[in-house]
């Protein structure tokens, strides 16, 4: 392995994560072409439906009229195979000469599946896998967990107290945490799909739920209201961002009135079955993958939170600690029926703020 072979590829990932919030479902690639021991030329995957990041990468080195013939091409992510909205990455890469293709993870689609780096070595040409692998993983973890699994990637975002709160005894959990917890939120926000949360944080709340303080677009907008119960005044029923409401069928039917309502306003109602009064996880999971939701940040509250985690479904929680005290209140769960474990991925300070990022395991 080339002793460069790590700065070219953690160049890949960092113009790859250029491509955070717009390119979904689609993953995170970025592309460096190398000749001579020098860069000629980059790319990434700007948006859903544009090129990938290897052909913008080569349209860049043909604009500056580089020679890509017999150089070096890096990528996080095995080119594609297949046709999509663009043609396969793989026969641009044959096309154009080059002689050796340096890949840090296979692409788990079946549809490429080690198919493109079979083809390239059919082709004459060296391919050398896994330079900066777990750390390629981890920047599509959420396009790995949707390809392999169906369902969604799915993180708990919570904001608690030093005593372990994240609401008070009345549900209200308004500004526990400081103004830089606030803008990492709107961050993390830009990085999902999605943003969900239940009807009780719609109603004590009233939230918008959208990303505002940063550059980023705004997610679509899940609520779980079973019970078909949050106003029709509140503030996330806007145009601001899609937003999608669960609710299960009984009192749909009872509410005729406001989901026509609702539904002229632009909202999409989507009526469940329900098991003991409660909506199934899994289903709304489903359906959210159905409708093309790869990644799904979940910001409350208790009940839901629970529900999700009860689920086994849940693979990450982004933890926010402030130093305010509460005495008593709401804790981030209520009765866990599954064993699990937590595995600490970070701790960062914000200021007063301390944000701490857990993968969660299942046992």
Request: glycine fraction near 8%; charge should be positive.
């Amino acid at each position: 392995m080339n002793s460069k072979d790590h700065v070219w590829m953690n160049r890949c990932l960092t113009l790859a994560k250029k491509g955070t919030g717009v390119v979904s479902p689609n993953p995170l690639v970025g592309a460096v072409i190398v000749k001579n021991g020098k860069k000629i030329a980059e790319g990434y995957h700007e948006r859903y439906g544009g090129n990938h990041a290897e052909v913008n990468a080569i349209r860049q080195a043909l604009l500056k009229k580089a020679d890509v013939n017999g150089a070096t091409i890096y990528i996080n992510l095995e080119p594609c195979f297949h046709t999509g909205k663009t043609p396969p990455c793989v026969n641009a890469i044959i096309k154009y000469g080059f002689s050796k293709v340096i890949i840090a993870t296979e692409d788990p689609n079946p549809l490429v599946a080690g198919k493109s780096i079979t083809k390239l070595r059919k082709h004459g040409i060296e391919v050398n896998i896994g330079v900066l692998k777990k750390q390629a993983e981890v920047l599509n973890e959420k396009f790995f967990k949707y390809i392999r699994t169906h369902i969604p990637y799915v993180a708990l975002k919570a904001a608690q107290t030093s005593d372990g709160f994240i609401a008070g005894s009345d549900g209200s959990s308004k500004w526990i945490t400081n103004t830089r917890s606030r803008r990492m939120v709107h961050h993390l926000r830009n990085e999902y799909d999605a943003v969900l949360v239940g009807a009780a944080t719609v109603r004590i709340d009233n939230p918008r739920l959208t990303v505002r303080t940063v550059k980023g677009r705004s997610p679509v907008r899940v609520i779980i209201d079973g019970k078909f119960t949050i106003p029709v005044t509140s503030r996330i029923l806007n145009n601001d961002a899609k937003t999608i409401m669960y609710v299960s069928e009984r009192y749909a039917k009872l509410e005729r009135k406001k989901q026509a309502l609702l539904t002229k306003m632009g909202i999409v109602i989507v009526q469940m079955k329900t098991i003991n009064e409660s909506i199934d996880i899994i289903n709304i999971l489903l359906d959210l993958t159905a409708r093309g939701i790869t990644s799904i940040l979940v910001e409350g509250g208790q009940r839901i939170f629970t529900d999700f985690i009860n689920s086994r479904c849940v693979d990450k929680l982004c933890l926010f600690t402030s130093v305010k005290i509460f005495g008593t209140g709401l804790n981030k769960f209520g009765d866990i029926s599954v064993s699990y474990k937590k595995r600490k991925i970070q701790t960062r300070s914000l200021g007063s703020d301390c944000f701490q990022e857990y993968s969660i395991e299942y046992e």
